[in-house]
C-alpha cells in the first residue's frame, strides 16, 4: 500500500530554516505529483506546494511564495521543501500528499501522518 511519512519538523526561530522531507512507497514514485500542505490548530488544510512528477514544474500558495522550494528526487522517492525565513505564522503540521499537480486538496489521495513545525517569534 502506499505510505508516505514525513520527517524534518521541529522548532525554529523566525527568519530561520527547516528542511521537510517525505520518504514515499508503494506507488510508482516517478509516475506521481507530489504536494504539500499544512494545518494550524483549528484552522482548514492548507496548499503550500506541489511539484508534478518530472520536477519541472512547482506551484505554490501566496504565502509561502518566494520563501518555499518545493523539489524531490525520483531515484530515492523522496519530496523535500525547503523552508526560509520563516515566520510565526508558518507554524503548523506539515503534511506530504500524492495526486494531481495543483492545490486543490481535495484531490489528493494519499496523505503522511504530518510533522510539526513551530516558529517562535
Known amino acids: 500500500q502506499v505510505q508516505l511519512v514525513e520527517s524534518g519538523g521541529g522548532l525554529a526561530q523566525a527568519g530561520g530554516s527547516l528542511r521537510l522531507s517525505c520518504a514515499a512507497s508503494g506507488l510508482t514514485f516517478s509516475s506521481s505529483a507530489m504536494g504539500w500542505f499544512r494545518q494550524a490548530p483549528g484552522k482548514e488544510r492548507k496548499f503550500v506546494a506541489s511539484?508534478?512528477?518530472?520536477?519541472?514544474?512547482?506551484y505554490y500558495g501566496d504565502s509561502v511564495k518566494g520563501r518555499f522550494t518545493i523539489s524531490r528526487d525520483n531515484a530515492k522517492n523522496m519530496v523535500y521543501l525547503r523552508m526560509n525565513s520563516l515566520r510565526p505564522e508558518d507554524t503548523a503540521v506539515y503534511y506530504c500528499?500524492?495526486?494531481?499537480?495543483?492545490?486543490?486538496?481535495?484531490?489528493?489521495?494519499?496523505w503522511g501522518q504530518g510533522t510539526q513545525v513551530t516558529v517562535s517569534s
Open positions: 500528499a500524492t495526486g494531481p499537480y495543483g492545490s486543490d486538496y481535495a484531490n489528493y489521495d494519499y
Open positions: 511539484i508534478d512528477s518530472t520536477g519541472d514544474r512547482t
